[in-house]
């Protein structure tokens, strides 16, 4: 492992560095600071959407936007270690990138890997310059960590398809003007050899969008119904009957996003025992603070050296693997403990969520509230450990007993 820049990387560090000092919104870095790691992104005198798109496109004339996209499709051609280094010189003004994740980071290689040429020129320029926005409709109420269990269905007619069914916890679908959508095309096989890939208008007739109301009062995610809606052929992404392969296209991208960007919330812990008071007296030095607080940080160092071997693989132009999803497993966790932690500290008074009756501007309640989504979505933490115990350990695989059994030949409660 070598943590210091090679001569060429330090050179893209300066000029990316001088970029932004002289382009970003500097009006907002305070606010996007002050943003809880993992929460809400509160900022004054501007909406977050108008925020993040002024961003975005800012990024896309200048070309920094999708750095490791081609030229062609709206981004550099970069690296993926120049990748890495923007992100750490991006800093705070990478939050105004969260309305993007899913559209930069899973559906654009997907629509880049798979679409027909006329189609990924219209799709994905607008898409890197933060122009329109996407979504991912994979889970359904049955469907969520064994998708390939999905019954939104698929049928032919003439050029189009007609697609029927149902789509949960699909992020941004409320905002979205385009999603990938997989669905059932062939009942008739095991289970993951009738799906196939589309590319969705979100704006298109039979699209119904139904917020869900979440336990910290936000509605980031929805249910999303499908009638009778039509999407041409020429929207397939990969072949008829080949969407699963497709989707490990957009999970592989997925897991590789949110891992490479473990939040773990110790630095802002350590902050705040660093300056609290308890009835004993500072909270830095009760031990069972401070014992808390040595394991949180062996367990932060250790990602951190974790994401270094990443990057060291990523200079190497190696491509990291299922490794990455220590990452997730071991932040999303901790992520969760710290904030229940952190209310035990404050007593009675973590009852209280507003920001400004709240102790610590109510950080650890947004995040104590939001964490366990962290440990579900993208995979959950019994999926990433079967993932590494599999894939990295080499641990026999988990039982499937409905690998090879027909679709319509699965037995099932209620099947039509
Ligand atoms: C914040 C958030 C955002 C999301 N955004 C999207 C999105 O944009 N698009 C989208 O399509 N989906 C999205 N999801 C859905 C997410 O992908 C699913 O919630 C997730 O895959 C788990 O599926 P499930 O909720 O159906 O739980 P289930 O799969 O029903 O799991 C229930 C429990 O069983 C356990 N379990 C399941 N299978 C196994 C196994 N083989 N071995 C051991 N334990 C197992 C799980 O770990 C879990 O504890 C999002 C979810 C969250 C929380």
Redesign the pocket.
């Known amino acids: 492992m070598n943590f210091d820049d090679t001569p060429q990387e330090a050179k893209f560090r300066a000029e990316v560095r001088s970029w932004i000092s002289a382009n970003a919104p500097k009006e907002l870095e305070g606010d996007l600071a002050k943003s809880s790691a993992r929460g809400r992104i509160t900022i004054t005198n501007t909406d977050l959407m108008s925020a993040s798109k002024a961003w975005q496109k800012k990024k896309a004339q200048a070309g920094w936007a999708c750095l490791s996209w081609p030229k062609e499709f709206g981004g550099r051609g970069a690296s993926p270690i120049e990748r890495v280094i923007w992100d750490q010189e991006e800093g705070v003004y990478g939050k105004l990138s969260a309305l993007f994740i ?1 559209g930069h980071g899973m559906c654009g290689p997907t629509v880049m890997t798979y679409a027909m040429d006329e189609v990924r020129s219209r799709y994905l320029p607008p898409l890197a310059a933060g122009e329109e926005i996407w ?13 390939a269990g999905l019954r939104s269905k698929a049928e032919k007619d003439g050029e189009d398809w007609i697609v029927n069914g149902q ?7 409320h905002h979205s003007d385009y999603g990938i959508l997989i669905v059932r095309t062939d009942p008739n096989v095991p289970k993951h050899q009738g799906l196939t890939m589309f590319i969705l208008d979100m704006k298109a007739p039979g699209v119904e969008v139904r917020p869900i109301k979440q336990v910290s009062g936000e509605s ?2 929805n249910e999303v119904y499908f009638t009778n809606v039509r999407i041409p052929d020429s929207h397939r992404l990969g072949n008829v009957g080949d969407g699963w392969n497709v989707s490990l296209t957009t999970l592989m991208n997925e897991r590789y996003s949110i891992g490479a960007r473990a939040i773990t919330g110790f630095p802002e812990m350590w902050d705040y025992c660093s300056s609290l008071m308890l009835d004993s007296g500072p909270a830095i030095e009760d031990r069972a603070v401070r014992s808390k607080l040595a394991t949180w940080a062996t367990r932060t160092n250790g990602l951190k050296y974790t994401t270094y071997r990443t990057i060291s693989a990523l200079s190497r132009g190696e491509r990291p693997g299922p490794e990455n999803s220590i990452g997730k497993l071991v932040a999303g966790s901790m992520l969760q403990d710290i904030a229940i932690f952190a209310l035990d500290l404050q007593g009675a008074v973590g009852v209280l969520v507003e920001d400004d009756q709240a102790e610590a501007a109510g950080q650890f309640q947004k995040v104590a509230l ?1 964490s ?3 440990r ?8 990433m ?2 993932i590494i115990a599999e894939r990295v350990l080499g641990l026999p695989g ?1 039982i499937r007993v409905d690998k090879n059994v027909p679709f319509n030949k699965i037995p099932t409660k209620g099947r039509a």
């Open positions: 899913i979504c991912q409709l994979f889970s359904e109420p049955a469907a969520g960590s064994d998708v789509k949960i916890w699909t992020s941004g679908a980031n995610f939001s366990p989504a962290a579900i979505g993208g995979g959950t933490d019994e999926v450990r079967n988990d």
